[in-house]
């Protein structure tokens, strides 16, 4: 998770999944693969992301899991700041993969 300062000392967090070396991450262009965090780097956050290690999956192929499960729900067309974002994507895939939530804390505007 990367911080995103906001005004009046609010913060919101740009968040995505690492599988092996691919990030997964949803934007205004949909679920995009990626190597590395890049969409963290791209950011340019100050002192770099936080990785969580949440576990490892029984599922062979992660990545294909997480694209069937939500592409449908997770078009660019449904991409909005404030209800369904990156934040709402990371949490849905780490419950599709791992049967967990994503922290509220990374989720809250």
């Known amino acids: 998770a990367v911080s995103l300062n906001g005004a009046a000392g609010a913060n919101a967090y740009h968040t995505s999944i690492l599988i092996?070396?691919?990030?997964?991450?949803?934007?205004?262009?949909?679920?995009?693969?990626?190597?590395?965090?890049?969409?963290?780097?791209?950011?340019?956050?100050?002192?770099?992301?936080?990785?969580?290690?949440?576990?490892?999956?029984?599922?062979?192929?992660p990545g294909r899991r997480v694209h069937e499960a939500l592409s449908s729900e997770f078009s660019a067309r449904a991409?909005?700041?404030?209800?369904?974002?990156?934040?709402?994507?990371?949490?849905?895939?780490?419950?599709?993969l791992l049967g967990l939530r994503l922290d509220p804390a990374y989720a809250e505007l």
């Open 20 to 61: 092996g070396g691919d990030e997964y991450v949803f934007n205004r262009a949909g679920i995009v693969t990626s190597p590395w965090l890049r969409s963290h780097a791209q950011l340019g956050a100050c002192g770099g992301p936080r990785v969580v290690d949440l576990g490892e999956t029984c599922d062979a192929e």
């Open 79 to 96: 991409y909005d700041d404030r209800h369904k974002n990156c934040n709402t994507f990371t949490d849905c895939a780490i419950f599709v």
